[in-house]
T-cell receptor, first 115, second 109 residues
């Protein structure tokens, strides 16, 4: 299995809702990433997990809460989001976040709409 | 701080014509450079990285440290090359990928 999978594909939520995005990989990668991508813009890094520990938080608002329950799974918990948080949320993984030469594999993304 | 610049937001060429997508970077150390491609309704995927010096789908890119550039080239563009192309940089010690703003390539028949 050489893919990163993400669920759900689409999510519509109100500003008072709590929801979660899920990302999974079975390539034995030890680094996992969350990105946010607005239309016609490049991905913006949000979080990096390395060996199940949070290693980078790009000053993301606390209404986004990442979780890495094990080396194959990455969640993003959402609470009290704003309409401007509507975007495509991408998950990626790589063999190791600290070593050069390892590419990041991206999932298809979850299209989030906040109403 | 590191920065990646792709000067062209949009690039349009005819099928069979050569194509060059420009990428310039600023970084004081020794970077790792990548080209990622995003076809319509598909996931972002790696096209090339400078370390491997390979040719993928007829595309090549050479790292020019003097000019701090990593331009993507293909001698004969095909319609299926139409996509959004992102140049990206990773620092020596980092896990962080810094992306350029992207170039939307359209290859016309």
């Amino acid at each position: 299995d050489t893919e990163v999978t993400q669920t759900p594909k689409h999510l519509v939520m109100g500003m008072t809702n709590k929801k979660s995005l899920k990302c999974e990989q079975h390539m034995g990668h030890r680094a996992m990433y969350w990105y946010k991508q607005k239309a016609k813009k490049p991905p913006e890094l949000m979080f990096v997990y390395s060996y199940e520990k949070l290693s980078i938080n790009e000053s993301v608002p606390s209404r986004f809460s990442p979780e890495c329950p094990n080396s194959s799974l990455l969640n993003l918990h959402l609470h009290a989001l704003q309409p401007e948080d509507s975007a495509l949320y991408l998950c990626a993984s790589s063999q190791d976040s600290r070593v050069r030469g390892y590419e990041q594999y991206f999932g298809p993304g979850t299209r989030l709409t906040v109403t | 701080a590191q920065r990646v610049t792709q000067p062209e937001k949009l690039l349009s060429v005819f099928k069979g014509a050569p194509v060059e997508l420009k990428c310039n970077y600023s970084y004081s150390g020794s970077p790792e450079l990548f080209w990622y491609v995003q076809y319509s309704r598909q996931r972002l995927q790696l096209l090339l990285r400078h370390i491997s010096r390979e040719s993928i789908k007829g595309f090549t890119a050479d790292l020019n440290k003097g000019e701090t550039s990593f331009h993507l080239k293909k001698p004969f563009a095909q319609e299926e090359d139409s996509a959004m192309y992102y140049c990206a940089l990773r620092m020596v010690s980092g896990s962080r990928l810094t992306f350029g703003e992207g170039t939307q390539l359209t290859v016309n028949p």
